[in-house]
Structures are given as C-alpha cells and as structure tokens.
C-alpha cells in the first residue's frame, strides 16, 4: 500500500512539475506528412482540416537511393502520411519513399503511423491467375506492416479482398458518392443506363444501379495479353440511351475506348465514362483524343495532367481529410460509404 502512494505522489510531482494534468498529457494530435507523389492532394486535405503540412525532405541522391528528413518533431503523435502509387517511372520510387517515410516515423515515436493511399500501388496483382505469377498486393502488404505502418486508408480498391492481406486495420473508402452528386448535377439520369466495362465490375455498378434507380448493361471482354482488349460482348439494351460507363481506374483507356465503340455500334446514343483512378499512362492521351467518349470522369486521387476538353475531375479530398479527422477522434468511417460531405 505505501508503494501506490509513493508511486502517486511521484506521479502528481511530475504533473505539477510540468503545468499539465492526465488528460493534456495524454491527448494527441494530427501531423500531416506528405510524399512527392501528390502535393495538390495533400495541400487540398491540410486545408480542408486546418492543419499545416509538416516540413519533411525528401531527396534522391546521385545514385538514386531516396532519404528522408522531417523537420519537426512528432514524438507521440497521431501521424498521417498521403502518398498515391502513381508515375510511370516513379511509381517504385514513390512506394520506397513512404515506407522509407513511415520507418521514419516509427523511430522517431510516432503513436500511431496512417498511411493514406488514395490509390494502393499493385492493386491489380492480387491474385495467383497464372503459373508462377507473384501476389504483389499482399507483398505490398507487407513492407508497410513491416515499416510500421498501424492503419491504411485508401479509396476504391481494385478487389475488396485486398484489405484481408493486412493484420491491420484498413479503411478503403469509396468515390461513388461523390461521383453520384456529379451525376445529379451534370448527367440527363432520365434517359441514362449503366455500363460495367468488364464482369469484375458487375457487383459495383449493380449496387450503384440500386441506389440510382436504374438498369445497368454489362460488356464481356476478352484479352489475348494485359492492356489488349481483343474482343468485346454487350449484354443488354442501350438504344437510344445515355450510357454512363463505370470503372475503377482507366491506365492506358483501350478498355473505356472499346466499351464506347461497342456500345454506340449497339445504338446508344452518347457515351460517359466514370473511373475513380484516372491513371491515363503510356498513350493514353492519344486514345481519348481520337475517341467518341463525351466526358470522361475521374477523381483527384492521382494527379491528372492531361488538358482535354473530354477529362473531368471530381475533388475527393474532402472524403479523405473527414476520414483523416474522424480516424483521430475515434469516431465511425461508415458514414462516408455512402455520403461525401460538402465541398
């Protein structure tokens, strides 16, 4: 019994010696660190919460090796780092740089690490479909767990099963109502359809169809080789009708531009496509400009630096940032599945 009041009173010594009380000495709060992968995005989230930006360095020596320095300390606090996989050259280099990021954090006694990825890097190798071919979602997985990473948020994941690859908490959030206030706003819903470019997106756009009150049709594509469409099948009717095609990501758009050639052949009368991953790599560009596409619609998850007068951009960052904020006063996520708040 003396040994509890000992250690009590050296317990109110230590309070008084440093002005707080319990309470103060345990709260927390947010440090927004931010990779060279997305500084629009990450500027956009520290506005939206009224939270500067961290200073943080990160350089590439001569011989490529990446190092990091963050310019303040974050002993003990709710740390979040927003780093996309994006960059057709880059894009390994911005995956070293924010586990590089996040064991940097670690170190340095950060209470709890989040990495934010609006869009998770090797998404689309998340299975085994062939012999011999590696799982690069689950390795990917992996290093972030073993760079100290305690949670995940991300958006539109290409298959939901990829959060059963971690043994931490993983919050993947969705455009889609986002993109619904656009549509309300921008799109003739009366006369419009549906469309899942291939059959990995039928459950997405049945559930958006439900919620919408609309019919959906669906394409069958087949592929001699990845990022080659050879042939496409439609199952359903679109004449005469606004068909709004919806996809998670569109790379290199041969997909979204045979979809559209597909169903105009079928009698529809005009095409737009909806992705929240507007990745457009390789000749991309070129695709869209010579295409029969009337908008194309993506989210600012990655940035987009094509000037075309057929690309649209729908702001995600007041999603993440409410994710961001209701993560740290340990407050429920579900709302933002199916509602965005206000821009």
Same mark, same amino acid.
């Given at each position: 019994m003396p040994e509890n009041l000992?250690?009590?009173?050296?317990?109110?010594?230590?309070?008084?010696?440093?002005?707080?009380? #319990?309470?103060?000495?345990? #709260?927390?709060?947010?440090?927004?660190?931010?990779?060279? #992968?997305?500084?629009?995005?990450?500027?956009?989230?520290?506005?939206r919460l009224g939270i500067p930006l961290c200073k943080v360095g990160v350089y590439?020596?001569?011989?490529?090796?990446?190092?990091?320095?963050?310019?303040?300390?974050?002993?003990?606090?709710?740390?979040?780092?927003?780093?996309?996989?994006?960059?057709?050259?880059?894009?390994?280099?911005?995956l070293m740089e924010l586990l590089i990021l996040i064991h940097a954090c670690k170190t340095a006694s950060a209470r709890r690490i989040t990495a934010v990825i609006p869009n998770f890097p090797y998404a689309r190798q998340d299975r085994k479909d062939k012999s011999r071919a590696p799982i690069t979602a689950k390795l990917v997985a992996n290093l972030l767990e073993t760079a100290g990473c305690d949670n995940v948020i991300t958006m539109d994941l290409h298959a939901s099963q990829i959060q059963g690859f971690f043994h931490i908490p993983v919050d993947n959030l969705y455009a889609e109502p986002s993109f619904l206030n656009y549509m309300k706003l921008k799109v003739d819903l009366d006369n419009a359809i549906l469309v899942s470019p291939d059959a990995g997106g039928a459950k997405r756009v049945a559930s958006l169809a439900d919620k919408m009150d609309l019919n959906f049709a669906l394409i069958h594509k087949e592929r001699q080789k990845a990022n080659e469409v050879s042939r496409m099948v439609l199952v359903g009717d679109v004449t005469g009708k606004t068909c709004l095609l919806i996809d998670d990501m569109a790379d290199t758009c041969g997909t979204l531009v045979k979809a559209c050639d597909t169903l105009l052949e079928h009698g529809a009368k005009e095409v737009l496509a909806i992705v929240t991953h507007g990745i457009f790599s390789g000749d991309a560009r070129e695709k869209l400009s010579n295409s029969r596409l009337t908008k194309i619609v993506c989210s600012n998850t990655v940035p987009v630096e094509l000037d075309l007068p057929v690309v649209d951009q729908v702001d995600i960052s007041p999603t993440l940032a409410e994710a961001i904020r209701r993560l740290h006063n340990g407050e429920s996520v579900s709302y933002l599945f199916n509602y965005a708040p206000p821009v």
């Open positions: 000992g250690l009590t009173k050296v317990t109110k010594q230590t309070e008084l010696m440093s002005g707080k009380d #319990s309470s103060e000495m345990t #709260s927390n709060s947010i440090k927004l660190l931010a990779g060279n #992968s997305h500084p629009e995005l990450a500027e956009l989230i520290s506005k590439q020596y001569s011989n490529k090796e990446t190092s990091v320095t963050i310019g303040e300390s974050i002993r003990d606090e709710d740390v979040y780092i927003i780093q996309t996989g994006i960059g057709q050259e880059e894009i390994n280099d911005f």
